[in-house]
């Protein structure tokens, strides 16, 4: 069983940054964050394919940036600029696949996920 272990959230005041943190317990080709705010869906957030491609929902980018150390397992969120609207509890998700069959940011591609992790921005 693959272990998926976030850390590096907190409350921030709008404007502010956070990085994330995920370790893995072994390595795997597609990872991915996703958030979760209150009464909402679960969305993808970032994501990043084995050969380092990323891709990122429109509401983060040029805000927020993921990034990968294969040689740790361990993926990252660097989130600069955060908003109100960016509160969640965050998720680290992993898939085993080197190919996407229904796109980044489904939550079909990942069949690990993390505990979470909670990110709380005020105004």
């Known amino acids: 069983q693959v272990q998926l272990v976030e850390s590096g959230g907190g409350s921030v005041q709008a404007g502010g940054s956070l990085r994330l943190s995920c370790a893995a317990s072994?390595?795997?080709?597609?990872m991915a964050w996703f958030r979760q705010a209150p009464e909402k869906e679960r969305e993808g957030v970032a994501g990043?394919?084995?050969?380092?491609?990323?891709n990122y929902a429109d509401s983060v980018k040029g805000r927020f940036t993921i990034s990968k150390d294969n040689a740790k397992n361990t993926l990252y969120l660097q989130m600069n600029n955060l908003k109100p609207e960016d509160t969640a509890m965050y998720y680290c998700?992993?898939?085993?696949?080197?190919?996407?069959?229904?796109?980044?940011?489904?939550?079909?591609?990942?069949?690990?996920w993390g505990q979470g992790t909670q990110v709380t921005v005020s105004s």
């Open positions: 072994t390595y795997l080709f597609k």
């Open positions: 990043i394919a084995h050969d380092g491609r990323t």
């Open positions: 998700a992993a898939g085993p696949s080197r190919i996407y069959f229904f796109g980044w940011a489904s939550r079909n591609e990942y069949n690990n």
